[in-house]
């Protein structure tokens, strides 16, 4: 839903958006990822898209700053990564900078599969 647009209160909306606005637009994935974490057993009842938005959208005030707040930690703790990936910026041999990239290791990946790993070890 555009960017939570339609989820989010006013406030806690720009709050998120200031980060997209900075560059990261990634800091989009790790709060969608607070959401399906912090309510996971309410939306593996849900069987369509549209009862996830409607339940996203009904969310209370409170539940909204506590998901966006730790979708923020958990972006701040891996770096604030502009890009999924992207793990800094660095000069080659010529002084020219380069984005480095190491997909394979990406921290959100990474701290994905931890908590899903132990989501599913739990059940």
């Known amino acids: 839903t555009s960017a939570f647009s339609s989820v989010l209160q006013p406030h806690l909306l720009a709050r998120l958006l200031d980060k997209v606005v900075a560059g990261s637009y990634t800091v989009l994935l790790y709060t969608l990822a607070a959401f399906f974490f ?7 009842k849900m069987r369509t898209v549209s009862e996830i938005e409607d339940f996203l959208t009904s969310l209370t005030e409170t539940d909204q700053e506590t998901v966006l707040s ?3 930690d958990v972006w701040e703790q891996d770096g604030c990564p502009l890009v999924p990936g992207f793990n800094g910026v660095v ?5 020219h900078l380069q984005l480095q990239d190491d997909s394979s ?3 959100i990946n990474q701290r994905l599969s931890r908590e899903i790993h132990v989501s599913m070890s739990d059940a």
């Open 70 to 72: 730790h979708g923020i």
């Open 91 to 95: 000069a080659d041999s010529t002084q």
């Open 38 to 44: 912090t309510f996971r057993t309410e939306i593996m």
């Open 105 to 107: 290791h990406s921290l």
